[in-house]
């Protein structure tokens, strides 16, 4: 019996030395499993997350602005809370901007956090129009989608707004239909009529100086230039009788002589455009005026036919200035 059982005692430690050292292999297997999985549960929660809310329809909490008292102009803000934890959408599409109708207009979204760290979706509407009379209108309803495919609806909220003026007046004290016209201020005119005086007296200042200038010019031309002495002559003759007058035919004669620098006859005319070819545009009246010339003085009984040398030395004058300027 001691024999056996030394034998039994000897079999009962190898088995627990065996447990001993098997044991640390399978609580290490137990945990390696255990890690598996809470990775893989991890890994796989946001996709079962989005697959549970894809193709949801939420209702979110919404702020509305108050119902009444706005007027042309003003601005009121709707606020929508965005799901999150379990509800999660992810990002959410903000509606378009523009009129939403003939009362207001949309402006761009924003985004908010408040204190709780819940992210809100803020809406501005301004005021665009507005009728003669007190007037119910709505906010318009939204359909908002996410990223997640999951769907946010938001109800129309009624409201009312203003007209721009009363329909009728008080007609009391000074609240009255129609406005009496208001006088406008008197502006100071002394320093306007001093510079009116001021412009007036350089404008005429110039004028004079432009004139004075022009008589000046025309007695120095007349005094200077052959044509412009020979009209001045002619017209302090007898007016009828100038064209036959020989003081007339002479003073012509003469002013032609200056001009050329010679005595000028009928042949010697080219010399004479030469020297003035302004004169070749009377060509043919010149021709007519030396033959006449010689007729008049060199024939015994020279003819009486009239020869227009008024108009000739006018004309001469007129080429003569033009050339001058």
């Not at 350089?202 to 000046?216: A, F, Y």
């Amino acid at each position: 019996m001691r024999q056996g059982g030394r034998r039994m005692g000897t079999a009962g430690r190898s088995h627990r030395r065996t447990w001993a050292a098997t044991t640390p292999v399978f609580l290490r297997a137990c945990a390696l499993s255990s890690a598996w999985v809470m990775a893989l549960a991890l890994t796989l929660t946001p996709v079962m997350s989005a697959a549970a809310v894809s193709g949801k329809v939420f209702q979110p909490m919404v702020q509305e602005p108050r119902a009444y008292g706005y007027l042309l102009g003003d601005v009121l803000t709707q606020r929508i809370l965005l799901p999150a934890g379990d509800n999660d959408v992810g990002s959410v599409t903000p509606p378009s901007i523009g009129r939403t109708g003939a009362w207001l207009e949309r402006l761009p979204a924003r985004y908010e956090t408040d204190a709780e760290g819940r992210r809100w979706m803020a809406i501005d509407y301004q005021v665009v129009n507005v009728a003669p009379t007190l007037t119910r209108i709505a906010l318009p309803g939204l359909t908002l989608t996410s990223a997640s495919g999951a769907t946010l609806l938001v109800a129309e909220w009624p409201l009312s707004i203003g007209p721009m003026t009363p329909a009728d007046a008080f007609n009391a004290g000074d609240l009255q239909l129609m406005r009496p016209d208001r006088p406008a201020p008197w502006v100071p005119t002394a320093p306007l009529r001093r510079q009116a005086s001021v412009a007036l007296g350089l404008l005429l200042l110039t004028v004079l100086s432009w004139v004075g200038w022009w008589l000046w010019r025309n007695w120095r031309e007349s005094a200077r230039l052959p044509f412009a002495r020979a009209w001045r002559q002619m017209r302090r003759l007898d007016g009828p009788n100038v064209d036959t007058s020989a003081d007339g035919w002479l003073c012509l004669h003469h002013a032609l002589n200056e001009t050329a620098g010679h005595v000028v006859h009928a042949g010697s005319l080219p010399s004479l455009f030469a020297r003035a070819p302004y004169l070749q545009p009377l060509h043919a009246q010149l021709e007519q005026f030396y033959q006449q010339s010689t007729e008049r003085f060199f024939t015994p009984a020279p003819a009486a036919a009239p020869y227009p040398l008024r108009g000739l030395c006018r004309s001469l004058y007129r080429a003569e200035q033009r050339h001058q300027r």
